[in-house]
């Protein structure tokens, strides 16, 4: 359970096809081929390297329902190592799909390799991106929809559209350079923009935004109701979300339904996905704004760091002006952007993946057996070098992939902590924030075997090395009965590298890298992991 894409060489279409294998014939399988290469794009008006898959940034959305094997066949036409990972995505007993430098060897250059995984028993709005060398800075990332299947009623009547958006701070620089920055132990500085679905701001102020660029428009008809899915892809902006003149019915956050609540804008941190249900019930005089601005900064030095993309009714009257919408009165008030993270709550008697309550799952009676405390500073040098630590340490990926070989308060984390958990109904969910000077504590049943990443989300923090793994044992299984076996394709590097088949590059750029590699673990148990300091973790 933890989480915790210039031209192609030859664009290849995306390929969804939807079959079930003898092997598992009531559970269908999706299959896709995703050409990962580099397109030329300016979003904010300076042309630059951009990661697309098949020649589309953003890439394509998967959408299937729970319990579906999904197949995608990933060839790496970049001129470095890549690996895809999938944002919440739990990958029961079989880490190798995980797409991380720890479980998987990266795909080299002019290689593909094919995923295979089942979302089992999940359902919700996920995404997936490039995990490795700063990519997702560049692109290359997606949505991930996993629908109830038909017989699993959702807490919520059936939409008239669904919509998925994606909003993060953005740089002119290409993201070789801003690792060259990072390796050089600067910092990235201020981003130069916001994009949502990968285009630059709505011309709403002429001298904020320069004339001829791109901006996304959301097209809508008056008095339906859509379901818009909001995942924040940047690299390190928590950012706000909100829709001019619109409320926001939350509904579900990373795989879970949530209690039914209205908000006029929602604070939506680094690698944290939400969905809403919006009525498009305004008298259409003008288009109306989407903004996705930056939190927590000077307003007026960072005030070209936001997205603004248009609602537009098909019976419009005019084009969006005026002012954007409000955000949140102070910029510093964490305790507001706190408090409002408190108030996503589990919607308990919905039913999810399985047609029993998510409530009857008490994890207030949990007994928990170890606590570990994960402390985030600021960045320090080690060895001349600047890094990013957790505890005082800093990670740096293996040359041979380790698997081969809710709650939250200012101030320091104690015992008497416990005290203030929330342990009715606090949402699960795959990523959490963390305040500066404050904590969060969260709870994760170990009850899935493998070697699993915990990560900053915040891309400049988890390229400095702000990342663990956990290895999940089971001394009792002496075959595959918890975790699946290695698969067949597995790539082989470091100290592997001996095992590894070569393929012949096919695409116009030289080989690069190396490949991927495995051994095995095998435990169920309950862990309490305590975050403290300013960072978005992903388990």
């Not at 791109?214 to 979300?241: A, C, M, Q, W």
């Not at 498009?280 to 007026?300: E, F, G, H, K, L």
């Not at 019976?315 to 919408?325: I, V």
């Not at 918890?482 to 590298?497: K, R």
Request: include cysteine.
């Amino acid at each position: 359970m933890w989480r915790a894409l210039a031209a192609a060489a030859a664009a290849v279409a995306v390929a969804v096809v939807v079959a079930a294998r003898p092997a598992a014939a009531t559970d269908p399988y999706a299959f896709f081929d995703w050409d990962v290469g580099y397109v030329t794009a300016a979003p904010l008006g300076v042309k630059q390297q951009v990661i697309g898959i098949n020649g589309k940034f953003p890439g394509p959305t998967v959408n299937i329902s729970t319990n579906w094997n999904v197949v995608v066949n990933v060839l790496n036409d970049l001129d470095e190592p890549l690996l895809i990972t999938w944002n919440g995505i739990q990958h029961r007993k079989n880490c190798w799909q995980d797409g991380v430098l720890g479980t998987n060897c990266p795909i080299p250059s002019g290689w593909n390799w094919t995923y295979e995984f089942q979302v089992k028993d999940q359902i919700g709005s996920f995404f997936y991106f490039p995990s490795t060398g700063l990519q997702r800075a560049a692109g290359g990332y997606g949505g991930v929809v996993v629908n109830n299947r038909d017989v699993i009623a959702v807490p919520f009547g059936r939409p008239d559209g669904d919509i998925t958006i994606f909003i993060g701070d953005w740089y002119n620089k290409n993201h070789t350079d801003l690792r060259k920055m990072l390796d050089s132990g600067k910092d990235l500085g201020m981003p130069d923009g916001v994009l949502i679905n990968g285009k630059g701001p709505y011309r709403y102020n002429d001298s904020l935004v320069p004339a001829g660029i791109e901006y996304e428009t959301i097209n809508v008809d008056p008095g339906k109701t859509y379901r818009i899915r909001v995942h924040n892809v940047g690299t390190s902006t928590s950012l706000n979300f909100r829709i001019q003149g619109h409320n926001m019915v939350l509904v579900e956050t990373e795989g879970s339904y949530t209690t039914q609540q209205n908000y006029t804008n929602l604070d939506v941190h680094v690698g944290q996905s939400y969905s809403f249900l919006v009525t498009t019930d305004q008298n259409a005089s003008s288009d109306y704004y989407v903004v996705a601005s930056a939190r927590m900064v000077n307003d007026t030095v960072w005030r070209r760091v936001a997205g603004v993309a248009v609602l537009r009714y098909s019976n419009s009257r005019g084009r969006a002006s005026g002012p954007l919408p409000d955000p949140p009165q102070d910029q510093f008030d964490k305790s507001f952007s706190m408090n409002q993270a408190r108030s996503v709550r589990w919607n308990l008697s919905a039913g999810a993946a399985r047609p029993n309550p998510q409530g009857s799952f008490r994890y207030s009676s949990i007994n928990v057996t170890q606590a570990y405390l994960l402390r985030s500073t600021a960045p320090v040098t080690i060895n001349g070098r600047r890094r990013a630590t957790l505890n005082g340490l800093s990670f740096t990926p293996p040359e041979t992939p380790l698997r081969l070989a809710d709650a939250m308060d200012y101030g320091e984390w104690t015992e008497d902590s416990r005290g203030t958990y929330n342990k009715g109904d606090g949402v699960a969910r795959s990523t959490v924030q963390v305040y500066p000077g404050a904590w969060a504590a969260v709870l994760v049943s170990l009850d899935n075997v493998g070697v699993w990443n915990v990560r900053s989300e915040n891309l400049d923090s988890w390229y400095l090395g702000q990342e663990v793994y956990v290895r999940v044992v089971n001394p009792e299984d002496t075959g595959n009965k918890t975790e699946m076996a290695i698969p067949d394709n597995a790539l082989f590097c470091g100290q592997l590298h001996k095992y590894q088949k070569q393929q012949t590059p096919h695409h116009k750029m030289g080989t690069s890298a190396a490949a991927a590699a495995v051994v095995g673990s095998r435990v169920a148990a309950a862990a309490m992991l305590l975050l403290a300091g300013a960072v978005m973790i992903s388990p």
